[in-house]
């Protein structure tokens, strides 16, 4: 069974772009969780979707944002981008969302930089 | 507020070394406990989990963890490491009251084994 897969690997951003990173779930789970690795900062939980629907916010800007599409692959957008912003963006996927046995696997990330 | 501290930012150890990571978690209720390891260049991965049941749990490669309510600790061990075990060691949590699958993470633990 593939992995989650996450797209692209690499970006270059200057300052005010915008960027939209994508991420694909292992076959079946239904759930994808965003979170931003940074060396200062470590692992933040950005937000998680199931079903569509956002189910958790961590403390990040509204320049942050995501969706998840019927098929259950995710993409997340940063906004007006900020060179703190510069880090590595994982996506991990879950069966479900929360679920009394749920485990989170995770893709090999995007690594974005801001110029 | 929910809080994961492990309080080793580096070790350094030989081969065949005993090796102990300390985790320390704050939640309110019951958790969900987990080690991640991210090996160099590469994504992370889980090691062992942590819902109910058998306080010692056996993760993949030779690893385990305690959990020890008590303490509010799971600290991850492995009796004797080998030089491929040189990586980042993670140990996040999950209210298992909480909807949704946020994760909180420690900062995390460079592990450097030498040969």
């Known amino acids: 069974k593939a992995g989650v897969t996450q797209t692209p690997r690499y970006l270059i951003k200057t300052r005010g772009q915008q960027v939209t990173l994508s991420c694909s779930p292992i076959s079946g789970h239904r759930s994808v969780s965003w979170y931003q690795q940074t060396p200062g900062q470590g692992l933040q939980f950005l937000f998680e979707?199931?079903?569509?629907?956002?189910?958790n916010k961590g403390n990040f800007p509204g320049r942050f944002s995501g969706r998840q599409f019927s098929n259950s692959r995710s993409e997340m957008n940063v906004s007006t981008l900020e060179l703190g912003d510069s880090a590595l963006y994982l996506c991990?996927?879950?069966?479900?969302?929360?679920?009394?046995?749920?485990?989170?696997?995770f893709g090999p990330g995007t690594r974005l930089t801001v110029l | 507020a929910q809080s994961v501290s492990q309080h080793n930012h580096h070790v350094i150890l030989s081969e065949a070394a005993s090796l102990e990571l300390g985790c320390n978690y704050s939640?309110?209720?019951?958790?969900?406990l987990f080690w991640y390891v991210q090996y160099p260049g590469q994504h992370l991965q889980l090691l062992l989990k942590y819902f109910s049941g058998d306080p010692l749990v056996k993760g993949i490669k030779g690893f385990e963890a305690e959990f020890i309510k008590s303490k509010f600790s799971f600290n991850l061990r492995k009796p004797s490491v080998q030089w491929s075990d040189t990586a980042e060691y993670f140990c996040a949590g999950r209210s298992s009251r909480a909807a949704g699958n946020k994760l909180t993470f420690g900062g995390g633990t460079r592990v450097l084994v030498k040969p």
């Open positions: 979707y199931f079903s569509e629907t956002q189910r």
């Open positions: 991990a996927s879950s069966w479900t969302s929360g679920g009394s046995t749920d485990t989170q696997y």
């Open positions: 939640y309110g209720g019951t958790v969900n």
